[in-house]
């Protein structure tokens, strides 16, 4: 099921927006040229996943004891015990086991759609 959510402008740049489709809680988040969905419950205690901040990937630099910020990889940070999610994939950062649903997401002419059925990221 497909459901158009609203204009892209309505989703402010590398923040979450939370919205019920059908029932479910859904956190949009605009990154960029991307959007990607995020179900508002978090893997480890069913916490508000979703009012978390979203922010690039912290990562180890190229020079051993240096760190990165990976622009192109946002994550979520859960507000009740910091777990972070990977919006992309859903993936915890630290351990692959653990995973957040995520929906397929992407602009058609300039509107947000979002397909319920289907998991992951859909590019433009
Ligand atoms: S409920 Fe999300 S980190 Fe614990």
Redesign the pocket.
Known sequence: MTVDIGHVDDFVDKTVKLVTIEGREIGIIRWADEVYAVANL????????CR?AVAPRLQGGAEPGTMELDAGAPII???????EFDVRTGQAVWDERYRVRTYSARVVEGRVVVDLGRRGHASR
């Open positions: 978090c893997a480890h205690q069913r916490g508000p996943l978390g940070a859960c507000p009740w015990h910091g777990w």
